[in-house]
C-alpha cells in the first residue's frame, strides 16, 4: 500500500503546461483505492493549493472537496509517536523535520513506498528498521507501531 507525498496531490491539480506529463502520471497513482496518505500531507495540500500566489490557485470550497474525496484512502493521524519518530529521523538522517514526518508517516501505517515529488517513488524498504532512498540504503530507528 503505497504512501502518497503531498507533491502527488498537487501535480494531479496542476494546470500548468509544463507540468502536464506529471499531471497525468499523479492522477494514475490517485486512481489506486489501496493508497495511504497522512494528516499532514492532507494540510500540506491544502495550504499549498490554496495560496494566493500559486499560478492556480484553488479555492476553500474546492480543496476541501478534493480533500474529503481523498478521506477514502487510509489517513495516518497526527500522533505523539509519529512526532517522536519523526524527530528521531530528523536528527539521525539531517533532513527537515517535515520530510522526516511524512517518512514517520509512512513507516507508521506499514506502507512498503512513498510516492511523492517527480512521481517516482522516494523511499521503500521492506520493514521499519530498512530504509532506501534512491540508491543508498539507511536504517530506521524501529518504530513501536
Not at 3 to 20: G, H, K, R, W
Not at 31 to 60: G, I, K, M, N
Not at 81 to 101: C, E, F, N
Not at 119 to 145: E, M, N, Q, Y
Amino acid at each position: 500500500m503505497p504512501f502518497v507525498d503531498t507533491n502527488i496531490l498537487l501535480y494531479a491539480i496542476s494546470t500548468q503546461p509544463e507540468e502536464a506529463e506529471k499531471n497525468q502520471k499523479a492522477k494514475a497513482i490517485l486512481r489506486d483505492p489501496d493508497l495511504t496518505l497522512s494528516v499532514q500531507v492532507l494540510q500540506e495540500f491544502y495550504v499549498q493549493a490554496t495560496r494566493p500566489t500559486r499560478a492556480d490557485p484553488l479555492t476553500h470550497e474546492e480543496a476541501t472537496a478534493l480533500i474529503q474525496y481523498w478521506l477514502r484512502h487510509r489517513i495516518v493521524p497526527l500522533t505523539v509517536q509519529v512526532m517522536q519518530d519523526a524527530l528521531d529521523i530528523k536528527k539521525r538522517y539531517q533532513t527537515s523535520y517535515w520530510d522526516a514526518a511524512i517518512l514517520a508517516a509512512a513507516a507508521s501505517s506499514g506502507s512498503s513506498e512513498l510516492l511523492g515529488g517527480t512521481c517516482v517513488i522516494l523511499a521503500t524498504w521492506r520493514s521499519a528498521g530498512d530504509v532506501k532512498f534512491g540508491k543508498p540504503a539507511i536504517h530506521l530507528p524501529p518504530t513501536s507501531h
